[in-house]
């Protein structure tokens, strides 16, 4: 089975700030791993993802992850946080022979001002 | 535009109805599923389909039901039987496994349907 963990229900950071969203997952094969954003009462909109290759991952507005298959781990991160990044985020991971994806919980990013 | 779309996106139901919700998406998907939100909980899948005429239950299927006649369309129907249905309920499809050589599983998401039992 798969799993996915994101430890902080919420990340307040000021504008201009590193912003990091962690999470963690658990798969039996190779995983395919996905971050994605929502707005309140909006769909999910997809960040990046990563499948092979680079352990650094950049994806839309600026985001980026980094692949840590030793720790299992798979955190968000953007350089200068803006206001506008306050949102929902959501980790997801699949494996390899499974296309359904699983995610965490969510955690709620505020960027203050 | 191709994408995916939910409607309503607000609906109000007196307890014993049944409700369907619409989904319809233009991406040329084969795989189609209904997700339900609620505060905390994250994304639970409810029902999937791979193919039309085909579909399965997911973690939470009790007190839904779905259809695959079209492989544009998977309505959801909340029904009586469902004990707690208020929630955010989202649709999204991605291409079938092992469809394409890009295809990595990444799901496209509707912008959802708000569903209150009064």
């Known amino acids: 089975a798969q799993s996915v963990a994101q430890p902080e229900d919420q990340v307040n950071v000021a504008e201009g700030n590193p912003l990091t969203v962690k999470c963690t997952y658990s798969?039996?094969?190779?995983?395919?791993l996905f971050w994605y954003v929502q707005y309140p009462n909006r769909g999910l909109q997809f960040l990046l993802k990563y499948i092979t290759g680079d352990n650094l991952v950049k994806g839309s507005y600026g985001f980026e992850a980094e692949f840590n298959k030793s720790q299992t781990s798979f955190h968000l991160k953007k350089p200068s946080a803006l206001v506008s990044d306050s949102a929902l985020y959501f980790c997801?991971?699949?494996?390899?022979?499974?296309?359904?994806?699983?995610f965490g919980a969510g955690t709620t990013v505020t960027v203050r001002a | 535009d191709g994408g995916i779309t939910q409607s309503p996106k607000y609906l109000f139901r007196k307890e014993g109805q049944n409700v369907t919700l619409s989904c319809e998406q233009n991406l040329n998907h084969d795989a189609m599923y209904w997700y339900r939100q609620d505060p905390g909980q994250g994304l639970r899948l409810i029902y999937y389909?791979?193919?039309?005429?085909?579909?399965q239950k997911g973690d939470i299927a009790e007190g839904y039901s779905v259809s695959r006649e079209k492989k544009e369309s998977f309505p959801l129907t909340v029904t009586s039987a469902q004990k707690n249905p208020t929630a955010f309920y989202l649709c999204?499809?991605?291409?079938?496994?092992?469809?394409?050589?890009?295809?990595?599983?990444?799901?496209?998401f509707g912008e959802g349907s708000r569903l209150t039992v009064l």
């Open positions: 999204a499809s991605s291409m079938r496994a092992g469809q394409g050589d890009s295809n990595t599983g990444e799901l496209f």
């Open positions: 997801a991971v699949r494996d390899l022979n499974d296309y359904k994806l699983s």
């Open positions: 798969v039996s094969g190779n995983p395919y």
């Open positions: 389909s791979q193919i039309v005429n085909d579909f």
